[in-house]
C-alpha cells in the first residue's frame, strides 16, 4: 500500500509547525493502515485559517460558523474513484483549520501535533465512511477507532 498525501497550506497567519506535515502524512497512512485499507490512495489536504473554513462550511455545509476540520469523501461503501495514471484510490479532501487547531490543543491540554495528528485521523475516517453526527455506537467506534490510531502514532492520550 502507498498514500499519497498532497499537502497545501492556503494560510499565511500561523508558521505550520515543524514536522507538521510528515505527522499529517503518517496519520493518514496509520489510519488506512489499522482499517485494513489494502489499496494505493491519495489524500489532499489543505490547511486553511478559520475566516476559510467558516466560508467553506456556509457554502458546502449551510453551517455559518467556523469549524476544526471539514471532510469531502469522494467515494462511499468502500468505492472510490480510480486516479486513471496512478491506479491510487483518490479517497478526498480535508481541510483543516490551523486556528481551530491550536485553540483546541491549548482547551484540551495537549500538543498543536497530537491536535493536528487527531484532526487528520477523524477526518480521514470521514474520508472511509465513519461517521459520528448521530451519537450513540457510530460515536463510540469512531473515537475509539481515532485513539487507536493516535496510540500507534505515539500520542495516546496520557490518563492519570
Request: glycine share 6%; net charge negative.
Amino acid at each position: 500500500m502507498s498514500v499519497k498525501v498532497n499537502i497545501v497550506s492556503k494560510q499565511k497567519r500561523v508558521k505550520l509547525p515543524t514536522g507538521a506535515r510528515l505527522l499529517i502524512r503518517k496519520a493518514c497512512t496509520a489510519t488506512l493502515k489499522l482499517e485494513g485499507f489494502e489499496d494505493s490512495a491519495e489524500v489532499d489536504v489543505t490547511i486553511v485559517n478559520d475566516d476559510e473554513i467558516k466560508e467553506m462550511n456556509t457554502k458546502f455545509r449551510n453551517i455559518d460558523t467556523a469549524t476544526d476540520v471539514l471532510s469531502f469523501p469522494l467515494g462511499s461503501d468502500g468505492d472510490f474513484d480510480t486516479n486513471p495514471e496512478t491506479g491510487a484510490k483518490m479517497l478526498g479532501d480535508i481541510v483543516i483549520s490551523i486556528d481551530h487547531a491550536f485553540s483546541q490543543a491549548e482547551l484540551y491540554g495537549h500538543t498543536i501535533e497530537r491536535e493536528i495528528a487527531f484532526l487528520t485521523v477523524h477526518s480521514m475516517l470521514h474520508l472511509l465512511g465513519y461517521d459520528h453526527e448521530n451519537g450513540g455506537l457510530e460515536q463510540t467506534v469512531m473515537r475509539e477507532k481515532e485513539e487507536n490510531v493516535l496510540s500507534a502514532l505515539g500520542l495516546a492520550i496520557n490518563k492519570v
